[in-house]
């Protein structure tokens, strides 16, 4: 494959952006080599600006649960924009983005808008504290949450794929508020409670992980953390921005049926376009300026294209069974990955959960941090590489999510395996 377009890109960037990215996951520093630059994409395929073709499971990191330039995506943006793209005062399309999420979500009674996940989960935690009168916050060793002060301690995603989970920058006395306990451990989380749960304010979970590659919650565990929250009058904030109209319509909160007191999201409400929002219980959300005290704000926030954005993607995952086909296809792909790698005797598992899923270079099962961590990162990297040279882009490190979209059909799916089949007989 030819890059030279994209290393030429790559190296006028690194003069004047820091890593010559806008944010560090598309370095492939982890990976290795360099990143390629996208010309375009267009349903399940991105292609870069040397015209080479790639599968993408990457999805933008996934908000394109629907396919890349989705022609009703398409239309509501040109039909909206050509209206005025940002007005600084209210627009009907928010309101009904707002109606949308609580009829969708009902533990979000309401609902604000903000640009990024980052912002919904900052202002999430601004709530909890606010309206508990407390300060500390718990989160889960790998979990990510944004690059928001208080979430950059033994943090997944980039932080964990850099080593860099402890942010300088970050002072130690924002820190110290963020206690982090091992996802999937019941007792440590009983522990800390008891310990110190009347200084909690709230506890924030990615309830499944998606940013220390891909970890389903053990049965009840969930349910556990729930009833800590409430008994010691913590808020349980579910951070939805990943698995957020993905792993069920209504998110892991309707795929466990456990009601958060505050929930994020971000990437598919936008359905491509810069996009946040929190929401969550009525005495709670009250409290946000100008209806209560607890001020957050946003010039660009409920922007009219990108609600319409995100509008025409929810609309297209409304549809009813889009959810149960979701799964089907990320089961096949799976199955798919997990026979070829046997087949070729090499130590590999998966795990799933509707439209996403985690690869790893050791036998499972695969429940905790430890257990990702412990998977085989240097043959991921070189699996990578090989599964790109055959036009299938995977996150570009071993420790995020895949995504599968509506439109990674059959056709594309058998590619995939056919191309690990070559690339695992590589690895030897
Ligand atoms: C679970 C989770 N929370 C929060 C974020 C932050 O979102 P953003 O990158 O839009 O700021 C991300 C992804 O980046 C995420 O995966
Ligand atoms: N799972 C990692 C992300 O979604 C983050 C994307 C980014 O930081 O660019």
Redesign the pocket.
Known sequence: MNHERSHALFSRARELIPGGVN?PVRAFKSVGGEPFFAQSAQGAYIVDVDGNRYVDYVGS??PMIAGHAHPQVLAAVSETMVNGLSFGVPNALEVTMAERIAQIVPSCEMVRMVN??????LSAIRVARGATGRTRIVKFEG?????GDSFLVKAG?GVMTLGLPNSPGVPSALADLTSTIPYNDFDAATKLFDEIGSEIAGLII?PIV??ANCILPRDGYLKHLRELCTKHGALLIF?????GFRVALGGAQALYGITPDLS?F??IIGGGM?V?AYGGRRDLMEQIAPSGPIYQAGTLSGNPVAMAAGLATLDLIQVPGFHTELERRTHVLCDGLEAAARDAGIAFTTTRAPGMFGLYFREGPVETFEDAKASDTARFNRFFHAMLGRGVYLAPSAFEAGFVSSVHGDAEIAHTIDAARASFAELG
């Open positions: 944010s990191w996934g990024s996940g980052t912002e919904a989960t979990c990510y949450h944004g690059h995603s990615e998606g940013n951070d939805e921005v990943m698995t994020t971000g990437k810069p946040g």
